[in-house]
């Protein structure tokens, strides 16, 4: 194969990988609008039904409203499974076109085996993202109710003084510091802001690392420009061993330094409840 014909070859797959990719963006992006759109009409006939009860129809449209739209969210969730999927059988495929030999690029048997590799380290991407997420939200939330308890106790304060004649008041200036230092110790004791700095840093590396094995732009991934095609096979199949052990490293070296932080919290926790009993004993000396 030539350098025009390859060149040709690797134009319309493209084009065609993009087209197809667009299509199923279209696809997904419509099936989002019509899954909020009727999640909103299942709210807004609900709102009917708590304002006029008299209405029957309203309470047929509610069951008709969230039927649809679990029906429309479970559509998305599988269509969402089968884009990703598809997603990543072209990743696989995509770096068979840089070589310049037409049989490893119409029948690489190894096609199959990077996919799922790929598969694997996309997995851990979308664990990691989950991680990110939730552990960015939980120590968002907790640190604006610390703010808003704090900032309401001193209003409470000031108005308990007046006679309001509600009995169940007088224990709000009580409550809410209570709450704030409730929050603030589960915000103090437990890692979310570490935890998401930690996988959003696993993320980009993870990533990183899975580019560089689709374009194969480093020496452990770089196999088609090599001319014989026995020690290509070999070469890719090691690329396949060495991405694999890359993202185990990734992973692995994660999770023990989740690990390494735990023993350390426990130590000092420790060590706090350990003082005042020195303190005691010395006292009593």
Excluded at 89 to 98: F, G, M, R, W
Excluded at 174 to 197: C, G, H, K, Y
Aim: with cysteine.
């Amino acid at each position: 194969m030539t350098n025009s014909e390859r060149t040709n070859l690797a134009y319309i797959s493209h084009t065609d990988d993009k087209f197809s990719k667009s299509s199923s963006q279209n696809i997904l992006f419509t099936l989002k609008i019509a899954e909020y759109l009727f999640l909103a009409a299942f709210v807004y006939a609900i709102a009917i039904t708590k304002l006029f009860p008299s209405i029957e129809i309203a309470k047929i449209c509610v069951a008709a409203f969230i039927s649809i739209w679990l029906f429309l969210f479970l559509l998305n969730q599988q269509f969402s499974k089968s884009s990703n999927q598809s997603n990543l059988t072209q990743k696989a495929e995509l770096y068979n076109y840089l070589s310049a030999d037409k049989n490893f690029v119409e029948n690489n048997p190894l096609t199959p085996a990077r996919e799922k590799a790929l598969q694997y380290c996309h997995e851990l991407i979308e664990d990691y993202k989950k991680i990110r997420g939730s552990s960015r939200t939980l120590y968002y939330t907790l640190q604006l109710a610390t703010v808003i308890f704090s900032g309401i106790t001193p209003i409470l304060v000031l108005v308990d003084k007046l006679d309001i004649g509600i009995s169940w008041f007088k224990w709000l200036p009580v409550i809410f510091p209570a709450a704030a230092s409730i929050v603030a110790s589960i915000v103090t004791s437990f890692p979310f802001q570490e935890n998401s700095v930690a996988a959003n840093t696993t993320v980009e590396l993870l990533e990183a690392e899975q580019e560089k094995f689709i374009l194969g732009v480093t020496e452990f991934y770089r196999c088609y420009d090599i001319g014989d095609e026995t020690q290509r096979q070999l070469k890719a199949k090691q690329a396949i061993e060495n991405f694999i052990i890359q993202v185990n490293n990734i992973h692995l070296n994660q999770v023990q330094a989740s690990v390494q932080t735990k023993p350390s919290e426990e130590k000092t926790v420790t060590s706090q409840s350990v003082e005042p009993n020195e303190a005691t004993v010395n006292r009593a000396d």
